[in-house]
């Protein structure tokens, strides 16, 4: 049988262990935020999939587009973003650990290169196949 004492001494270490958990909980959303602060400011082509974020908002609300195409274009969108945060990744560990030329180290920033590249291609296809029907029923709608 547990004392009083023995209690609120268990109730004391939760108290804290559930304030750490929101202190660890913050800090790693400071330490993701920093990370996607980096890539906006170091990598040209992270700017440019913001933009395309913003022309899939504007085309789907002036579209008027259904949820699953949303949902499609978001999740290539967000697969070209995490993707490229992973090459990027990648290459601060290759910079890190060699400044000279090293042929794994090529290996290494190509292949999370090409990783970027391909799902970027499958992205712009599948935003393709989604828009496509809604722009040339627009441009036939507007030019009769």
């Given at each position: 049988?547990?004392?009083?004492?023995?209690?609120?001494?268990?109730?004391?270490?939760?108290?804290?262990?559930?304030?750490?958990?929101?202190?660890?909980?913050?800090?790693?959303?400071?330490?993701?935020?920093?990370?996607?602060?980096?890539?906006?400011?170091?990598?040209?082509?992270?700017?440019?999939?913001?933009?395309?974020?913003?022309?899939?908002?504007?085309?789907?609300?002036?579209?008027?587009?259904?949820?699953?195409?949303?949902?499609?274009?978001?999740?290539?969108?967000?697969?070209?973003?995490?993707?490229?945060?992973?090459?990027?990744?990648?290459?601060?560990?290759?910079?890190?650990?060699?400044?000279?030329?090293?042929?794994y180290a090529k290996i290494a920033k190509?292949?999370?290169?090409?990783?970027?590249?391909?799902?970027?291609?499958?992205?712009?296809?599948?935003?393709?196949?989604?828009?496509?029907?809604?722009?040339?029923?627009?441009?036939?709608?507007?030019?009769?």
């Amino acid at each position: 049988m547990k004392t009083i004492e023995q209690k609120e001494e268990k109730k004391i270490i939760v108290d804290k262990n559930e304030v750490g958990l929101i202190r660890n909980v913050l800090n790693k959303c400071k330490y993701s935020l920093q990370g996607l602060s980096y890539c906006f400011q170091n990598e040209s082509s992270f700017l440019l999939e913001a933009i395309s974020g913003c022309i899939i908002i504007i085309l789907g609300i002036a579209f008027d587009i259904e949820f699953i195409d949303w949902v499609l274009s978001f999740g290539t969108l967000a697969l070209i973003t995490i993707t490229e945060l992973i090459n990027t990744a990648i290459e601060a560990t290759v910079d890190m650990v060699t400044k000279e030329y090293n042929e794994y180290a090529k290996i290494a920033k190509d292949c999370g290169s090409a990783a970027t590249g391909i799902m970027t291609v499958l992205a712009l296809i599948v935003n393709i196949m989604i828009f496509d029907e809604y722009i040339i029923k627009f441009l036939i709608d507007f030019f009769r």
